[in-house]
C-alpha cells in the first residue's frame, strides 16, 4: 500500500538585496498590466501652466484610485506609486488623450498635480471610467513649476521593442517610461524639478542608475553605454539527494542578474567585469549555499568576473543528512514492458526524478525532498499518474497495472 500522511513543502524565502529594492520595484510597476476582455475608456482635456500657458510635452496619467474613502495612502502604498493604467504627453497646445483605461476609478495626475489642480489626493477629484466611454474636457492646472525635459541615447542600442528607459523619483514618487528609438535615443517631457533615477528595463547588467537633477533647463547628452559582458559557466551539485527548484543570481554593486537553472543543474549567463556575490534562495528548508568554487580556487565570497568568460563554477548545496527512501513495486505489466519503462515521480519542489525498473518490478528512489509528487511510467500510458505523498519516513508505493492493456 502506499504510505500516506501529511504533505511536507517548506516554503523557500527569496532574499533581495536592499540597495536593489528600488530596481526591482521599478520591475513590478512596468510588468502591470491592463484587465483582459474589457471594453476601455477614453480621458481627455487639457493641461495649463502656472502661468495659463499651454503645457507642452508634460506626462498625464491615469491611476487607479481608492474603492472607498481617499486617504494619504488608503493603508497601501502612496497612491503615486501605483502603477498608471495609461499615459501620454500633452501637445503643443496643452491636450492630452489617455487612451485603453479598464472600467474602474482614477486619479488624473500630472507630476505631483491631481485633477482638478491640487497637490493633494484628499481633494482630488476621482474620475470613473465607463466601458467603451469618453470623457472630454478634463481640464486642469499645473500647482507647480515644471522644470526641463530630458533626453539621452542608449549605446549600443537595443533591437527595436525590447527595452525601455524609467524615470523615477528619489522616493518613487512618479514613475515613467520612455521607448528607445532604434538609434538608441530616448526622451521624456517636462517633468517637475527635483533628482532623478533614470534605468533600463529590463536591467541590463553593470550598467547601473544614472541620478539626474532636473532644474529649469532641459538635461541633454544622457549617455547610457552599456558594459561589455561575458559568459559564465557552471553546474549546481548537491550533497544528498537531488536538487530543488531553486532561484540562482549574480550580485553586484550595481546589477542583480537571474540565471536560470537547468534541469541537469548545468547554469549558464552573462554578467559584466566585476566581483559578483552567488545568491541561491527559493530552496526547500534545511538546503543552503555550501561552497562556490572554480577549479581548486574557493570564491564562496565573490566570483570576480574580468575580461574573459568564466567556465568551471561548481556552486554545491548541502541537503538534508537523510532523506526519504522512495520504493516499491509494479504489478500487472508484461516483462517485456518492464525493461523498457522508466517510473517518473514530478512534484513542484524537485522538477522530475526518474529511475528504472528492475526485472521482479521493483524499484527505487534512494533519496527524495519531501512534498507531493505524481508518479508515472513513461512507456505505459494506460496508467494514471498515481500520487505520492513523501515525509521524512521512508514511502513504499505499489503500482498495479491492469492486466487487460498491460500485455
Known sequence: MTQTGRVVIPAGRVVIPENLMRRITLIFILLFQSAPNVRPGVV?????????????????????????????????????????????LTDYQGRYRLTNIPPGRYFIVAGPTYYP??????????????PDSTTQNLNFQLMTAFGGKISGRVSPPPAAGQEKAVLSGLNLDGVLEADIGADGTFGFGHVAKGSYWVDLYPDFPGLGSFRIEVGDRDVTGLELVRPPTHAVTGRIVVQNGPLPHALLAFNSTTSYVRVPINP??????QLHSARHRIDLAGMPSGYSLASVGVGSQDVSEGLVVGNA??????????????????HGRITGLANA?????????????????????????????????PGMYSLKLSQVPELAPVPVVVTWN?????????NRRSQ
Open 117 to 130: 489642480s491640487t497637490l493633494s489626493p484628499e481633494t482630488a477629484g476621482v474620475i470613473t471610467v465607463a
Open 309 to 326: 568568460d568564466v567556465s568551471g563554477v561548481v556552486i554545491t548545496v548541502s541537503a538534508p543528512r537523510r532523506l526519504p527512501r522512495v
Open 337 to 369: 514492458r518492464l525493461s523498457s519503462t522508466k517510473v517518473q515521480m514530478t512534484g513542484p519542489i524537485i522538477g522530475t526524478l526518474e529511475t528504472s525498473v528492475l526485472e521482479d518490478g521493483s524499484f527505487e528512489f534512494p533519496a527524495a525532498t
Open 394 to 402: 521512508d514511502a513504499e508505493v505499489q503500482v498495479a497495472v491492469s
Open 44 to 88: 481627455a482635456g487639457n493641461l495649463t501652466a502656472l502661468d495659463g500657458s499651454p503645457a507642452i510635452a508634460v506626462q498625464v496619467s491615469a491611476i487607479p484610485a481608492p474603492t472607498g474613502p481617499v486617504g494619504v495612502s488608503d493603508g497601501q502604498e502612496p497612491y503615486r506609486t501605483r502603477p498608471p493604467v495609461s499615459s501620454a
Open 264 to 269: 541537469d543543474g548545468t547554469f549558464s549567463g
